[in-house]
């Protein structure tokens, strides 16, 4: 080999290898803005869903939920554990209870066995009927206004307008029932504090 073709060579090479740093570069920025728009949107996601009867779609991510979703399930909720009838009661309570918070299951099995022991020694059957709605989004909290017929077989036995407050925890995306508690007009969140 020439010195010529040697300085040529020589020359192709540091021609090749300045590509190769450039590329390298180039795709080491671009990853590393790629990394940074995944971690900003990580937990963001929000996904849409559409009730079986579509009044109000709502969403759920990891961070929250819409208020619309907090309003239909809470009425979902309050439907399965005040509107009972003995024979419907355990199939509503088991279902009511695979949505229960954990740290909360045992207690909110406690009130609604309370509540269908009541209805089965009195061979009662209660519907709750919700005139209106209140929905707290910070607290996560739900409060019912309606009114809570009691029957003894056909007959109706009593009519009381009452508040209920249903409360949930949001667990990375999922929603759980937390508490399920009659309230009053005064606090009907029942935090403690009048509305």
Do not use: C
Request: charged fraction near 20%; aromatic fraction near 10%; glycine fraction near 6%.
């Amino acid at each position: 080999m020439t010195p010529n073709n040697i300085e040529k060579a020589q020359k192709s090479k540091a021609s090749e290898i300045t590509f190769l740093r450039i590329t390298v570069g180039a795709l080491l920025v671009v990853v590393a803005m790629e990394g940074m728009v995944i971690s900003t949107s990580t937990g963001i996601e929000r996904t849409i869903i559409t009730p079986p009867t579509i009044e109000k779609s709502f969403w759920v991510s990891a961070d929250g939920v819409s208020k619309s979703y907090l309003e239909q399930m809470a009425y979902w909720y309050a439907g399965l554990a005040l509107s009972v009838t003995k024979t419907t009661g355990e199939y509503q309570k088991k279902l009511f209870l695979e949505y229960a918070s954990p740290d909360k299951r045992g207690q909110l099995a406690i009130e609604m066995a309370n509540r269908l022991s009541f209805n089965e020694k009195n061979s009662a059957s209660t519907m709750f009927t919700p005139y209106a709605i209140n929905v707290d989004n910070k607290l996560m909290r739900v409060a019912l206004f309606g009114e809570l017929e009691t029957f003894v077989q056909d007959k109706r036995t009593s009519l009381k307008r009452v508040v209920y407050v249903v409360g949930f925890k949001n667990v990375n995306g999922k929603l759980y029932i937390h508490e399920l508690k009659e309230t009053n007009e005064a606090d009907i969140f029942g935090t403690g504090t009048p509305q």
